[in-house]
């Protein structure tokens, strides 16, 4: 049984950080692309970030510079650290793990973590 456990969200003031884990079982991580979502509110579920088998990121525009997604396949790990945060990154964090990019969102899900930044 696949599971992603996301790990490391919470409350914090505009221009500090924080680092999100997603702890992955059940699939032979280093063969999957991870992927890192968020979806505020009342708005559409986006991409944050991802993170290719062999190790390539993108990163949409809003979050380049500041957040980092990187991997650590001995331990089955996707992180994202998160510097400069703002309140519009205020969200639900979810991972994602996939064989491809292309169907990242018909792949496996975590259950979130809520990220919420104060002005």
């Known amino acids: 049984q696949v599971q992603l456990i996301e790990s490391g969200g919470g409350l914090v003031q505009a221009g500090g950080s924080l680092r999100l884990s997603c702890a992955t079982s059940g699939l032979t991580f280093n063969s999957y692309a991870m992927g890192w979502y968020r979806q505020a509110p009342g708005k559409e579920r986006e991409a944050v970030a991802h993170?290719?088998?062999?190790?390539?990121?993108y990163y949409q525009d809003s979050v380049k510079g500041r957040f980092t997604i990187s991997r650590d396949n001995a331990k089955n790990t996707v992180y994202l650290q998160m510097n400069s945060l703002k309140p519009e990154d205020t969200a639900v964090y979810y991972c994602a793990a996939s064989r491809n990019i292309a169907s990242m969102t018909q792949g496996y899900w975590g259950q979130g973590t809520q990220v919420t930044v104060s002005s």
């Open positions: 993170i290719r088998a062999f190790g390539s990121t």
